[in-house]
């Protein structure tokens, strides 16, 4: 993957996509503390635009769910890459901890929490 300010790692993880009375299911394909991109089973190009506001679930067995208010950053045929918006702390914590989980180097990913505070509003639920 390209350059980016925030470790990406693989991911297989369920989600759903909640927009405009709209939901839609999808796979998480790669995750990090900044965003993610969803692959879809349905075309999503003709009805989402960039930087429409998103509530989206992954469901991330067994530390339960992670919940992110999102927008939209790139949209194709078969899914929607995604920046991360808002969070609840506990939302929060779960995604740091199944990223170190999958992170080669888990380490970093405790340096970049630090980082993603300047970009991320987490909110006390």
């Not at 702390?89 to 999958?102: E, P, T």
């Amino acid at each position: 993957m390209e350059n980016r300010n925030f470790t990406r790692v693989d991911f297989s993880d369920g989600a759903s996509i909640s927009y405009n009375n709209h939901l839609v299911w999808g796979t998480v394909e790669n995750l990090s503390l900044q965003g993610f991109y969803i692959r879809t089973s349905r075309s999503m190009k003709p009805d989402m635009p960039l930087n429409l506001p998103l509530d989206v679930t992954i469901y991330h067995p067994p530390h339960s769910s992670i919940n992110v208010r999102a927008s939209t950053v790139h949209c194709e045929e078969t899914g929607v890459g995604m920046k991360i918006d808002e969070l609840d702390a506990d939302s929060f914590v779960r995604l740091v901890d199944a990223i170190s989980l999958k992170s080669a180097a888990p380490g970093s990913i405790m340096h970049e929490t630090y980082k993603v505070a300047s970009c991320v509003k987490i909110v006390n639920v």
